[in-house]
């Protein structure tokens, strides 16, 4: 018999508008339901912008969504009580926690804390949340003090105690000993990624690249760790060239797409802006694929789906020093920019506009190398196996230190 994987996340397929952490759980169900029975809650609507409640699955009941069990929770069911009663009907073997804050997360872990469920291991994946809360302070708002005030309180109690961090990348792992202290039993496995992206995909399908001109896209949620603001800022400087730029993603910080508004209102006449808005993931694909060059000044990125689905698209990087996707630029698939220079990333804008279709060609084409090597390393799956492996082992231990 199969063990038994519970995860608890905040959204999931049919949805497409909530980021790459929705997509860490379809992979690692993909890619891990030969060995293990996976059972999902969730919330029944598709992401924070868009809370519509689906159509197509059951609320309040379980689905048999692809290789999974799925509950879609309502409001009502999104409590502590009824994270503790499926827990009960399930009884898995490992408890997998996709995101930090979370609620139906959260919810389980009250109920661990104050109805049992101690003898089961807990994964914990904060999905690159901890540092937002500290960067999103500097705009002294009320929901990153909130944050912290759960933060606060949740160690306070011990809410923690005793479960097993994934971290994607060595910097996340010193993002949560930071916040969470250095106690904390932190592995590190990059987030599973499909086997394959785009398996038709042609060089051929790339769009002309002509001296002078470039289409830019950006294709992420609109919010301020993405820093779509600091690139409008940056190509309303650029009066010669022709520039097609399409920013593609749900908007869900308000007063900061109005920032972004009025900078694209500056725009000079050589500059044509097109507003994709939320978009599926084929679509998705489909755009990376009919643009030149993929844009993301992000403040921070524990992984970020869209750099290797944008590679995988040919489609080469200008991005911001600040993700684990620095091995682009000696692969000649795009630039890795610091943010603190404004100037280098008005050059690389320069340069990108003023390509010409044969370099443009190798460019492209070494970014779709570069995705298929990254894709084909049988190391994301081993390290994801052994944080799990990990995790069934540990399932006696108790630690009081957490």
């Not at 010193?174 to 969470?180: D, G, K, L, Q």
């Not at 020093?321 to 630029?329: A, K």
């Not at 692969?331 to 279709?357: F, Q």
Request: include cysteine; glycine fraction near 6%.
């Amino acid at each position: 018999m199969k063990k038994k994987i519970m995860i608890f996340c905040d959204f999931y397929l049919p949805g497409f508008k909530s980021g790459g952490g929705m997509w860490t759980v379809v992979n690692l169900v993909d890619r891990f339901s030969a060995q293990y029975d996976f059972s999902i809650v969730t919330r029944n609507y598709d992401s924070i912008g868009d809370t519509e409640p689906f159509t197509t699955v059951k609320t309040d009941e379980w689905n048999d969504i692809g290789n999974a069990d799925v509950f879609y929770c309502s409001k009502e069911t999104l409590t502590v009580e009824h994270a503790n009663q499926l827990a009960l009907e399930i009884m898995p073997d490992l408890v997998y926690l996709n995101s930090f804050f979370g609620k139906p997360q959260r919810n389980f872990l009250y109920a661990r804390k104050n109805r049992g469920f101690e003898g089961i291991p807990v994964v914990l994946a904060p999905c690159g949340e901890l540092p937002d809360a500290s960067l999103s302070l500097m705009r002294f708002s009320l929901k990153p003090l909130k944050k912290w005030l759960y933060i606060t309180y949740a160690k306070s109690i011990n809410l923690y105690r005793n479960i097993i961090w994934k971290a994607s990348s060595n910097l996340e792992k010193n993002e949560i000993s930071a916040v969470m202290g250095g106690n904390c039993d932190i592995e590190v496995a990059p987030d599973l990624v499909p086997k394959i992206i785009l398996p038709e995909f042609s060089i051929d399908q790339k769009p002309q690249k002509e001296k002078g001109s470039v289409k830019f896209i950006f294709l992420s949620r609109i919010v301020p760790k993405k820093n779509l603001a600091f690139f409008l800022e940056r190509l309303a400087a650029i009066t010669e060239g022709k520039i097609t730029f399409d920013i593609a993603g749900p908007h869900e910080d308000a007063v900061y797409w109005n920032d972004c508004l009025k900078w694209i209102a500056r725009m000079p006449e050589n500059i044509h802006i097109n507003i994709v808005g939320p978009v599926s993931y084929h679509e998705g694909l489909r755009l990376l694929t009919e643009s030149h060059f993929f844009i993301l000044p992000t403040l921070n990125e524990n992984f970020g789906y869209v750099f290797i689905e944008s590679l995988a698209a040919g489609c080469p990087l200008l991005i911001s020093d600040r993700t684990l996707w620095g091995g682009v630029e000696p692969e000649n698939a795009g630039w890795a920019v610091p943010l603190e220079s404004p100037s280098s990333w008005l050059d690389k804008m320069k340069y990108c506009i003023d390509m010409d279709d044969t370099e443009y060609r190798k460019m492209s084409s070494a970014a779709r190398t570069y995705a298929n090597k990254w894709l084909a390393e049988s190391k994301l799956e081993e390290d994801t196996a052994r944080v799990l492996d990990k995790a069934f082992a540990s399932s006696h231990r108790v630690n009081n230190d957490q």
